[in-house]
């Protein structure tokens, strides 16, 4: 089971951001998603396709359609750089699966 | 805020066991989950344990692991043997939220810890 990430995504600061995760078993299942910031530990900054954990910004917003689920990252600032994470389960199994990542860089 | 606190050998020798212990400070009622990041690669779950011992482990490594949860101390723990380079990594311990009949999630993670394997 897998899920795809663009490798990459480059906005100018005041833009919108949209990092895309795609997977067979999205339309059956929640995605969330992870920021880890250089050197550090990952921080949830959404759960469940579009439910922010206390402490993450309104300009992070989520949705899903189809075999894809997108985080929206609305007023990009500098501190929001870092490596972006979708993780979701397999299905059949209950296994935790993680995408590939997506780099976030702030222009 | 949790406080989730990984432990144990950093330089671990091919073809031997790596441990590590996480102290959850005190909360240990919930799921838990290790995680590890290869240097310069992305996330891969490696298993997740309730505190009733109902352990889960990523099938690519389940042979080799050994996940444990000691509710007396409060310590969650990691063991994985016949160690490669390609287990250098940093290691993480994570709270994991249930959600039923969907993907469980990490609301909380320790601030890793790199174990380095050598020849």
């Known amino acids: 089971y897998e899920l795809t990430q663009p490798p990459s995504v480059s906005v100018s600061p005041g833009q919108t951001a949209r990092i895309t995760c795609s997977g067979d078993?999205?339309?059956?299942?929640?995605v969330h998603w992870y920021r880890q910031r250089a050197g550090q530990a990952p921080v949830l900054v959404m759960f469940?396709?579009?439910e922010r954990p206390s402490g993450i910004p309104e300009r992070f917003s989520g949705s899903s359609s189809g075999t894809t689920v997108t985080l929206v990252i609305r007023g990009v600032q500098a501190e929001d750089e870092g490596d972006y994470y979708c993780q979701s389960a397999d299905n059949s199994d209950g296994f935790r699966v993680f995408g590939g990542g997506t780099k976030l860089t702030v222009l | 805020q949790l406080q989730l606190q990984a432990s144990g050998p950093r330089v671990v020798k091919s073809s031997e066991t790596l441990s590590l212990t996480c102290n959850l400070s005190g909360a240990s009622n919930n799921y838990w989950a290790w995680i590890r990041q290869p240097p310069g690669k992305g996330l891969e779950w490696i298993g997740s344990?309730?505190?009733?011992?109902?352990?889960q482990s990523n099938p690519s490594l389940k042979s080799r692991v050994t996940i444990a949860l000691d509710t007396s101390k409060n310590l969650f723990s990691l063991r994985l043997n016949s160690l490669t380079a390609a287990d250098t990594a940093v290691y993480y311990c994570a709270r994991e939220l249930i959600c039923s009949g969907c993907a469980n999630w990490f609301d909380s993670w320790g601030q890793g810890a790199q174990v380095t394997v050598s020849s």
């Open positions: 469940k396709d579009r």
């Open positions: 344990m309730f505190h009733s011992g109902n352990i």
């Open positions: 078993g999205l339309p059956k299942q929640y």
